[in-house]
């Protein structure tokens, strides 16, 4: 064989074999409770958008993921902060998906975390102003919603190196409809690995709530148990409200095992910038995970950082001939 064909033929050989593994191997970003920075300290929340868009390529980043509270307090500053940064991220086309918190609806006052007057349970369900801001048609990833035109629970779609990945946002202590309603959309997408967005879920001592907040509707343990552990291919569940960082692992009634990630640190000098870090090698089964914040270059040193290994990756199956 000529010495400069074999030369060109393993450079090639090594260049696909780099890109493969550049495809096995991705990040997916995780915004915490991002409430107190856009209310006390903007260039925190601009710090973390500002090392997303330079390291999309360097980090193969497919998705981004907020676990809601991405406001303060429900009023127009505060949804035009948060848009203009998430402009960004339309811009250079990556796809996103927001949970909504109890702070980003008409729960909370314009101006106060306090309750806002009238009953607060139908409160929790307005959500004009985050709509107004975040339509559907914003979101390049979204493939449906609960209700027409709301993206208060809605479901999006991606892939890595042909595995497929489902992600469902869900309203805070959801209302039994959107339970139903993410269960049928799981069913439908048994070829995708799910990941469950919602604001409330592990307690700081990593366990599931089992209560309500005093003003949503079903508690999270009751979502646990009638859509989380029924469906095989969810892998994992990511949520905020509560301080500061947990990790449950759950096995599901098909023998699946499931990760239950917390992170918040809204009363952490602002939220100090972080974001959870979600580091996949899906040829090694891995996915290993930190808190960084770009805003102080620093990754917590804590029990926040862990590795998972032997991830069960639901893998399309191929057409019989």
């Given amino acids: 064989m000529n010495i400069k064909f074999h030369n060109l033929l393993a450079l090639i050989l090594l260049l696909v074999g780099s890109i493969h593994t550049q495809a096995q191997q991705f990040t997916l970003p995780v915004f915490p409770d991002s ?11 601009e710090s973390q958008f500002d090392w997303i868009l330079a390291n999309k390529d360097k980090l193969n980043i497919p998705f981004v993921l907020h676990v809601g509270d991405v406001v303060n307090f429900d009023n127009l500053s505060q949804w035009e902060t948060a848009s203009l940064q998430f402009d960004r991220l339309d811009r250079a086309g990556i796809p996103y998906a927001i949970s909504l918190g109890n702070h980003d609806t008409e729960a909370v006052g314009e101006y106060s975390g306090s309750a806002a ?4 349970n139908q409160n929790l369900r307005k959500t004009a102003k985050f709509n107004s801001y975040f339509p559907p048609s914003r979101f390049i990833a979204q493939r449906g919603r609960y209700e027409a035109g709301k993206s208060d629970n ?26 139903n309603w993410a269960g049928d959309v799981i069913k439908a997408h048994h070829e995708y690995n799910v ?7 592990l307690t700081g001592k990593g ?10 509707d079903f508690s999270p343990q009751y979502m646990h148990d009638r859509l989380v552990k029924v469906y095989p291919n969810v892998r994992f569940v990511l949520s905020g409200h509560v301080m500061s960082s947990a990790l449950k692992i759950g096995k599901g009634d098909q023998g699946n095992t499931y990760y239950q990630l917390l992170q918040n640190y809204q009363n ?12 996949f090698d899906l040829e090694e089964k891995t996915v290993s995970a930190e808190m960084y914040s770009p805003y102080y270059k620093d990754t917590k040193a804590d029990s926040s950082t862990y590795q998972l290994t032997d991830l069960d990756i639901v893998r399309p199956k191929m057409p019989r001939n």
Avoid at 117 to 120: E, F, I, L, R
Avoid at 159 to 173: A, R
Avoid at 195 to 201: E, G, K, N, Q
Avoid at 268 to 279: A, I, N
């Fill in 35 to 45: 409430q107190s920075e856009i209310d006390g300290n903007y260039r925190m929340f």
């Fill in 117 to 120: 007057p009238g009953n607060v």
């Fill in 154 to 179: 809605a479901y999006y779609t991606f892939q890595t190196e042909g595995i497929n990945w489902l992600v469902i946002s869900l309203e805070f202590c959801p209302r039994q409809g959107p339970i």
């Fill in 195 to 201: 990941i469950i967005l919602t604001h409330y879920h």
């Fill in 207 to 216: 366990e599931i709530a089992d209560r309500n907040a005093g003003y949503g």
């Fill in 268 to 279: 952490d000098d602002f939220g100090g910038g972080y974001l959870r870090l979600l580091h």
